[in-house]
């Protein structure tokens, strides 16, 4: 599967858009929509890159989140899940997720309330070598597993009016 463009809007919108480098909460080096710099990239000589730069760097981490979410998922998933997981291994990274208890609970066709506790617990941020909690990350998180449940609930949404319907229609007949 591929990040759908509301997933992309979604996570862009999370990380933020910054055209110079600088030092994220962690103290990672940073640049574009949250692309980690790594040795050999030169975006630390304080030069500005494009927003074309900022895309192209953004659809290099996408793919990456994306190979990770596709090989160590196992289960069939909806486009607002998928787009949920490339949005948390995004952040996380695909080490912390293919070891992570969201992945095996997913894979295991857990509970909503299981999956969600899972996930939440990625609200946290190393300084200083002392795991923080942070509010941004909360709601992210958050946001995120609301966006993995959003299609689950249009389902049940719908299937419950369809019953409705059909019992409507029952009583309907059955008066007539």
Excluded: C
Aim: proline share 1%; glycine share 10%; net charge negative.
């Amino acid at each position: 599967m591929k990040t759908s463009s509301s997933g992309i809007d979604f996570i862009a919108n999370h990380e933020g858009l910054r055209l110079v480098a600088y030092q994220d909460i962690a103290g990672y080096w940073t640049i574009g929509y949250g692309h980690k710099i790594v040795p050999g990239e030169d975006y630390l000589f304080g030069a500005p890159i494009t927003q074309v730069q900022a895309k192209e760097l953004l659809a290099g981490d996408l793919a990456t989140a994306e190979n990770a979410v596709n090989s160590d998922i196992y289960v069939d998933l909806e486009q607002n899940q998928f787009d949920a997981l490339v949005s948390l291994v995004f952040n996380i990274g695909a080490g912390a997720f293919g070891g992570s208890t969201v992945r095996k609970r997913i894979n295991d066709k857990d509970t909503e309330e299981s999956i969600r506790e899972a996930w939440l617990r990625w609200d946290k941020v190393t300084i200083n070598g002392e795991l923080t909690s942070s509010r941004g990350l909360a709601r992210r998180r958050q946001d995120e597993t609301d966006l993995f449940y959003t299609g689950l609930k249009k389902k049940i949404m719908w299937i419950l009016g369809a019953v409705i319907v059909a019992v409507i229609l029952v009583v309907v007949y059955r008066w007539m």
